[in-house]
Nanobody, 118 residues
Framework: VQLQASGGGLVQPGGSLRLSCAASGFTFNNYWMHWIRQVPGKGPEWVSIIDTGSSNIYYSESVKGRFTISRDNAKNMLYLQMNTLKPDDGALYYC????????????WGQGTLVTVSS
């Protein structure tokens, strides 16, 4: 299983970024997928989850209305569109594979760093 997140960077408050996650080594369209973020030195924070067919999508309250998760099963790609970014959104963002019939992630990719600062 390999998950490689990309697209992070430095953005000003109120700006936007789109994160991508390339998945390989498993049947991507069989798994729900998460975005999880972590500020160095703090615990991980769950951000969003999407089901296999993009029908069931959930967000944490802290990002609801600003972030949009999506996936392209044909390309084995997961995305996170982040709008109206705030300094508190700065973190390492990880894509992760969900354990079937649970709400737990079993494989995490390498994170991509998002910094929100003026």
């Amino acid at each position: 299983v390999q998950l490689q997140a990309s697209g992070g960077g430095l953005v000003q408050p109120g700006g936007s970024l789109r994160l991508s996650c390339a998945a390989s080594g498993f049947t991507f369209n069989n798994y729900w997928m998460h975005w999880i973020r972590q500020v160095p030195g703090k615990g991980p924070e769950w951000v969003s989850i999407i089901d296999t067919g993009s029908s069931n999508i959930y967000y944490s309250e802290s990002v609801k209305g600003r972030f949009t998760i999506s996936r392209d099963n044909a390309k084995n790609m997961l995305y996170l569109q982040m709008n109206t970014l705030k300094p508190d959104d700065g973190a390492l963002y990880y894509c992760a594979r969900n354990v079937p019939y649970s709400w737990y992630a079993d494989y995490w990719g390498q994170g991509t760093l998002v910094t929100v600062s003026s």
